[in-house]
């Protein structure tokens, strides 16, 4: 008879794409996100966690994002038919929570939320699968005052967390203004689609592919390093004139941009309309104190998804950092949004002006730590090690007193034995200190006190001598431990 | 030619079993988390966010709840051909990420974890197949140390979210001792392991069903009041007996019942070990201060789980409250764990000790909002209301005042044009106060403060005279606004 087949053991590893968060990986980021929370809070914004499931119909079958029509979620069938899918975003659960709930909600709702969302795509190097986003969206108002208020929070938002002003720009810019200078160069109406998506993603790539590279997409087309051809909008060169001339219309002064944007966009009423939104952005964060120092019109920003209607905006961090070829490079976006106006009328049938902003958490959490802004490695406990076993209680008591005094302690609970191996546990944990009671101290009523840091740091710069009089390690009466435990911490 | 079909509009709705969570159901339950975690990082315990997709393989396929083996998960199969599923419990990921990580971990690793679980289930009324856990274990030592100090912390923690002492007990008992106790009723061996499951569940059951139902399901079995019958363990009444006085072993001091158990398990080894085992964490949690006003033993404790090895635990709150048919009942249970020492050996073949608690979090933010210990009502914003759609840059400066001020404000972004639509929705914000400035305010310089807190309480109790009189509403000057709405949210 052939022997049952023994169950192989399950492989211990995380499925392809996802990740563990670790210690201060988790504390960094909840502190930089409660940090934020607040600044939306003082804004009146109030907190949303949707359901992390929504169904296939309510989240749509595809990500808006024109470039990546593939993209999926991860779905599965209920038992009665239903399809349920994870949410590859914040934006379409709004939507749904807005329609669902609109006749409780406060009306405009502005809402901010934050947590995972969840892509089914082929993970690659740095791209996973799941990842924190942090959204702030106000709903049912077409005002302005709705996206400059938003641009005005999310300045508030960056220095809140640590970025000083003047290491930030926010830019905006408007989708009307860009349709404008379509319309002037020929590329209004609906059969223009295909060429106004290619006109929309090659300004996209203006920092990557420079102005030559952008310039050969709205013609003919470009061929990469690679030998690929992408095809371009085809586009004459009076007409790509006027797309190059409108991503080149910063100016030093908002005004003056703006001046620049209405010429170029000259007998277009959509774009005249976009201009006359700028123009009045600028005024409201003018009047709220938020100048250029802060706050500018870039028409080189156009935002990626095809879904935003009229004003969009980024942050961009501008201080110099390294990138994984050594190259110093400015930092670069960790924000961006716009308005929308047609993502409730899925689901009721009524436009519903919307705008908002989400925050690229990850992105920021990595500049914060580039920076020094946030701390990445945690103090470890106070360590109290075993000498006795069988003592375990006066151990207990001693980490028990510590806590009591707010102070992160630990007692050692592998086996004690090998005293080495309690004192790599604590060099492990980053213990600051390390408490030692063999018989001999209990009996003298005494108790070793070990500056972990301090040996660390004399380890590597003493002589012999200083080295043998083992100046990070003191003696002290048992129940001054508590007081020399503060002493050394607050040093 | 036959019209193409429309698609049907989406229905805005959570799928079946999920929920939304709003404003303070959020902040709410971050603050209490909060908390919680403040304690278990003054414990030593580091934070561990593990991704919230796992293999099949990794979760194994079912709720280790033998009560309800048919709980699923949700899952959904890659293209590559692997299952993927969401986590039902932290637990089973813990055992992963320690099996996975080990070598890079400290030993033993205490780590704490905090977020949504999801359980593919029937949902129904306050049944939610996504909910959050907060967990908190101590892998790789199997010393008692580590479950004492679980209890200490689980004590701490309850008064740090502002569970009162006296106000909470927490429970401990020891699967060995009813290991021990079943093995002495004739119930060892394994062909018994089914009999001893009814035993498990019944001793479970002692809440609900009193002792007599209890003892009938020791029994032959037992009919309820529908008339459907329980199968019982088929324990004769000397067997029975031995049982039904485990669970009524408890004694005011604890030695007495340590003493009443080892009793009991007279003649069984594993018997002796758990009650050994249970006078070891008396004697730790002695030391470290934490007495039977916060910690006793319990023998009646038992937790539902199969996997559990030794200790169990449990924290019940003591207070009353009022069920759903209106009668008074304590709150009970909010938090519960044990020991656990299979759940890696899954992995790595080796055993690995461990032990843990779990929080459930909706329970005890019930408990802290059941007795006004976390807020419920949120202070809304300080509303901005809008008189002069043209001069929306004033508005938007006075918010910007009080907000750099820390205020929490907002200026009105819906369509103006009805005052009264502002003032309902100033109400339905739950605003403390309304800013008015009309054409003629401007030109005086002054502002109208509303008071609507107040205005909400005289308007209840006012005489006619009173109310005439608008004691509520003030006329300042515009630069002394902010002093102003600083003096009533301040008193």
Known sequence: MAKPKKTPRPKAQTPKGFRDYFGTDVTDRAEMLQAIAGVYHRYGFDA??????????????????????????????????????????????????????????????????????????????????????????????????????????????????????????????????????????????????????????????????????????????RKDDSGDFTKGAGLGDSEADIVMGFMDAKRDAGTETVARLRELVQGSDIGAQGVAELEEIAALLDAAGYGPDRIIIDPSIVRGLGYYTGPVYEAELTFDVQNEKGQTVQFGSVAGGGRYDDLVKRFTGQEVPATGVSIGVDRLLAALRATNRIGTTEQGPVVVTVMDRARMADYQQMVAELRNAGIRAEVYLGNPKNFGNQLKYADKRNAPIAIIEGGDEKERGVVQIKDLYLGAKIAETATHEEWAGNPSQFEVPRDQMLAKVQEILNQ
Chains 1, 2 share one sequence.
Not at 137 to 165: F, K, N, P
Not at 205 to 217: E, F, H, Q, S
Request: glycine share 10%.
């Open 48 to 221: 949303l966690e949707s359901s992390a499931v929504e169904t296939v119909e309510a989240l749509g079958k595809f990500l808006p994002d024109v470039d990546r029509p593939n993209e999926g979620v991860f779905a599965w069938q209920e038992e009665d038919g239903d399809w349920l899918a994870l949410r590859y975003d914040m934006t379409a659960p709004l939507a749904r929570v807005y329609a669902q709930h609109r006749n409780d909600l406060p009306n405009p709702y502005r809402r901010y939320t934050m947590g995972p969302v969840w892509r089914n795509e082929k993970p690659g190097p740095g791209r996973f699968r799941q990842f924190y986003q942090c959204d702030a969206d106000t709903v049912g108002t077409a005002s302005m005052a709705a996206d400059a208020e938003i641009c005005a929070m999310l300045s508030d938002t960056l220095e809140a967390v640590g970025i000083q002003r003047g290491d930030y720009v926010i830019r905006i810019n408007n989708r009307k203004v860009l349709n404008g200078v379509m319309e002037v160069a020929g590329l209004a109406g609906d059969d223009k689609e295909a060429e106004r998506g290619v006109v929309l993603r090659a300004i996209d790539k203006l920092d990557r592919l420079g102005p030559d590279g952008v310039r050969a997409l709205l013609g003919e087309g």
